[in-house]
């Protein structure tokens, strides 16, 4: 029996200890962490540089509330966050998790428009299926309709446009007018909703676990930046998953050259070390609220000194190891692996992400797309499958939470080619084994 409780009943092993990409439960049995958690320990497990950083911060303080004393590790480590910024992009609010970022993100847009006198502008327009957060603000603009209708009555629902799913498309378009009709979708629903009444646009620039890695032609992103600038509503990156170097850059949205004004931060940000985010924001954004009577907002440990250290030290670890880099590099060969599934499986239907943020998708019909049956419960049971041969990945339900299954397999940016063998061994083996179970089709070696 355990006291604690969270979404279900599954209980897993008890963890004794992790080191690099493995993990060991209290009976000695290994795991290759394939999904660095959810898409968090970017950096590895138990670096020693980390924890000693931890530690000399640890002898020193833990804890000073910010209205009480500022602390250096909170300030240099904002400075080097800025410093990697896009120009202007210099002002950071630290936060705990991936929801406070967005939650803080929402709340800053929105007195940013108080202090304008543009106070008629509150809609947020999001993608669906996307997803942004678990708290209420947050919750409101994500597009998966079986977490947040349950709590509609709490919560103003926001507006949603497509998510950019070319790969389910069967048109003749090419990708860059795909690309520019989805972005338009974003243009049709602020005609729709009155451009006086949004207020910004969120979006995760590589999609997370809603989505499953889901990467748009590059037309779309100067097109949202475009559209954006011409309503004068704001652009909220969403890089809690895809942000810190995962993607081969360390803003996911360096790819395409694309400015956001507002960016929310977590996961790899502090790579697991402790729990850690941030917003960044436009410095006149910040500071026309803050000149405008302050942002009404905060949380406790916000820039706490401890959290901070790590952060600044796991930042210090990506750049000497040369993480950014490495995630290009080592994902490229992931990713070519990984498509190399779909000539033996033919329920594999697609491959897709930027660096090491990467994911495939099962389907009954390559031609069609159609989802596998929802009584297989594939997205459940090949993770179990997998975790029970040592390999940790992650899945969602692909099409808006309720339909379709993907998985995604992003390890730790230190991953070697041999680990990289590693999770495709056990990955055929338990794709193998899963095809047995369903009768689905298998054939030739991956």
Not at 176 to 203: S, W
Request: proline share 5%; net charge negative; hydrophobic share 40%.
């Amino acid at each position: 029996m355990s006291n604690l409780f969270y979404q279900t009943r599954l209980r897993r092993p008890l963890l004794d200890r992790a080191e690099g990409v493995y993990m060991w439960d209290v009976s000695g049995k290994r795991y290759l962490d394939g999904s660095s958690g959810a898409m968090v320990s970017n950096i590895g497990h138990s670096n020693p540089v980390v924890l000693e950083a931890m530690r000399r911060q640890m002898e020193k303080s833990t804890f000073g509330y910010r209205l009480h004393f500022e602390n250096e590790p909170a300030e240099e480590f904002a400075r080097q966050i800025a410093d990697r910024m896009p120009p202007g992009l210099d002002r950071i609010f630290f936060v705990s998790g991936g929801s406070e970022a967005v939650e803080s993100c929402l709340k800053l847009a929105r007195q940013y428009a108080v202090a304008k006198g543009e106070s008629s502008r509150f809609k947020v327009i999001s993608r669906f299926p996307s997803y942004h957060g678990s708290s209420l603000g947050a919750l409101s603009v994500t597009g998966m309709s079986l977490m947040s209708a349950p709590f509609a009555p709490m919560m103003h629902e926001m507006p949603k446009i497509p998510a950019p799913t070319c790969y389910l498309d069967r048109d003749e378009l090419s990708d860059r007018d795909r690309g520019l009709k989805y972005a338009r979708y974003l243009r049709d629903e602020i005609l729709r909703q009155g451009p006086e009444t949004v207020l910004a646009f969120i979006m995760e620039p590589v999609g997370g676990a809603s989505t499953g890695a889901l990467v748009a032609p590059d037309s779309y992103y100067a097109e949202i930046r475009r559209i954006c600038d011409e309503f004068g509503i704001l652009l909220i990156a969403d890089e809690v998953m895809s942000g810190a170097g995962r993607t081969g850059q360390y803003l996911a949205c360096d790819h395409w050259k694309m400015r956001p004004d507002l960016i929310a931060f977590s996961k790899g940000f502090g790579a697991g070390y402790v729990p850690l985010g941030a917003m960044v924001a436009d410095r006149r954004i910040a500071d026309a609220v803050i000149d405008n009577g302050g942002f009404i907002h905060g949380f406790t440990y916000a820039g706490n000194p401890l959290a901070c250290a790590a952060g600044l030290a796991v930042l210090g670890e990506i750049d000497r190891l040369g993480l950014v880099d490495a995630a290009r590099v080592q994902g490229d060969k992931l990713k070519a692996r990984l498509q190399a599934l779909m000539q033996r499986y033919s329920f594999v239907g697609d491959v897709r992400g930027k660096g090491l943020l990467l994911a495939f998708e099962l389907v009954a019909n390559t031609d069609t797309m159609e989802p596998l049956p929802v009584e297989l419960n594939a997205h459940n049971r090949l993770v179990d499958i997998a975790y029970d041969k040592g390999l940790i990945i992650y899945s969602r339900r692909t099409r808006g939470g309720r339909l379709g299954d993907h998985f995604l397999v992003c390890p730790p940016l230190i991953v070697t080619d041999e680990q990289i063998d590693e999770i495709m061994g056990v990955l055929v083996d338990s794709l193998d084994t899963f095809a047995k179970e369903t009768g689905l089709a298998y054939g030739a070696a991956a």
